[in-house]
């Protein structure tokens, strides 16, 4: 058993950097995303118990009246699970995601939320051992279920787990550039049972569809899955904008017209209230101008959230959000404008006849007149 100096040093032995320490046969192998929870936002405990998140248990002191949300073990997205990961696993996959230094390791100020969770075969290793998620069903589960409830899970935690049959673990991390998510707003952000379900009906149109999907209805796709990796509001609106024009903009003439009247329209479509064709002008025109030049941090995950040992909080620091009143009232106005989009690409998953209209611009244009 290595020492805790030992455990903490960067002075490691290459020799065992490729497996744990076992000539052991693998027995279990699962692609994983540790959902966090953000403790930095405050739900009203009413709210919980009316949606408690997926895997949370009911306790016995709780009664209907107090806890009336429906408490889910797990919800099967077709080859993917959403649970809670034991502790003990899931506090291992999260310290080999996080960066540590020599003699150097920030606390973690949170823990699992839940997990998606996907088994592998085992015959896969012989091809691509230290892989993940080969086949992109993990991050097609993580991207829309953003479009059933607004969330900043990433895959900061995202790591492939083998299991060898003598107790021995091995934990792959996933390398990517940027595993940040950001938020326009700081509400309730985990799915409860019946969003889950809504998400596995979700996927299961998409997988079914995704190779009839219109390229106008992929262009916005990408657009709402890119937004949110976006640090700054003021960046994050052309993105958005560009979504939905890759939904509504015919030929090159009349393009804040066209906006106006046809983003309203496809907002009242999708059920997204208090996008008026006001709003719309004021956006599309004013772009940057809302925050009246203002360069406005968005909300960031948990991933911040860690405290180094010894050391205070730093008096000043960037601040994360709005800091006035404009610019609250300007980010919830950006928030609805990321609604229509996520709306609009979810309907054209789940809504075939829906979808066709982005088929042609005839079809747009008799939907929608501008």
């Known amino acids: 058993m290595p020492s805790v100096a030992d455990q903490?040093?960067?002075?490691?032995?290459?020799?065992?950097?490729?497996?744990?320490?076992?000539?052991?046969?693998?027995?279990?192998?699962?692609?994983?995303?540790?959902?966090?929870?953000?403790?930095?936002?405050?739900?009203?405990?009413?709210?919980?118990?009316?949606?408690?998140?997926?895997?949370?248990?009911?306790?016995?002191?709780?009664?209907?009246?107090?806890?009336?949300?429906?408490?889910?073990?797990?919800?099967?997205?077709?080859?993917?699970?959403?649970?809670?990961?034991?502790?003990?696993?899931?506090?291992?996959?999260?310290?080999?995601?996080?960066?540590?230094?020599?003699?150097?390791?920030?606390?973690?100020?949170?823990?699992?939320?839940?997990?998606?969770?996907?088994?592998?075969?085992?015959?896969?290793?012989?091809?691509?051992?230290?892989?993940?998620?080969?086949d992109g069903t993990l991050d097609d589960a993580l991207t829309l279920s953003r479009l059933i409830r607004d969330n900043g899970y990433s895959t900061e935690y995202a790591a492939r787990l083998i299991d060898y049959e003598d107790g021995q673990r091995c934990i792959v991390y996933v390398h990517r550039e940027d595993k940040s998510i950001y938020r326009l707003r700081r509400d309730r952000e985990w799915l409860d049972g019946p969003e889950g379900r809504e998400l596995a009906a979700l996927l299961a149109a998409y997988w079914q569809c995704r190779e009839q999907l219109p390229p106008r209805v992929r262009r916005a796709m990408w657009r709402m899955a890119y937004a949110p990796r976006l640090r700054w509001a003021d960046m994050v609106v052309p993105i958005l904008i560009g979504g939905l024009e890759a939904l509504l903009k015919i030929g090159r003439n009349g393009l804040t017209r066209q906006f106006k009247k046809r983003a309203p329209a496809l907002a009242a479509d999708v059920e997204v209230d208090g996008f008026d064709e006001s709003l719309a002008e004021r956006l599309y025109d004013g772009r940057s101008d809302w925050v009246h030049g203002s360069h406005v941090q968005l909300f960031a995950g948990s991933s911040s959230s860690v405290k180094i040992p010894g050391e205070e909080e730093p008096e000043e620091k960037e601040p994360e959000g709005p800091q006035s009143r404009d610019e609250w009232s300007a980010l919830a106005e950006v928030a609805l404008l990321q609604d229509v989009l996520r709306g609009a690409v979810r309907r054209a998953i789940e809504d075939a006849e829906f979808r066709q209209i982005f088929v042609a611009d005839e079809t747009i244009a008799e939907r929608w007149p501008a």
């Open 8 to 134: 903490l040093s960067a002075e490691l032995d290459v020799r065992f950097s490729a497996g744990p320490v076992t000539e052991a046969p693998i027995v279990r192998v699962r692609d994983l995303i540790v959902c966090i929870g953000d403790p930095s936002i405050r739900v009203p405990i009413e709210e919980v118990y009316a949606h408690p998140p997926i895997g949370w248990h009911r306790r016995p002191d709780m009664d209907e009246e107090r806890a009336p949300g429906e408490f889910v073990d797990t919800i099967d997205l077709g080859g993917i699970i959403i649970e809670q990961l034991d502790r003990d696993t899931a506090e291992l996959v999260m310290n080999a995601c996080t960066p540590r230094g020599h003699y150097f390791l920030p606390v973690r100020q949170f823990g699992q939320r839940y997990s998606f969770v996907k088994e592998v075969p085992l015959d896969e290793l012989d091809e691509r051992h230290y892989a993940w998620d080969t």
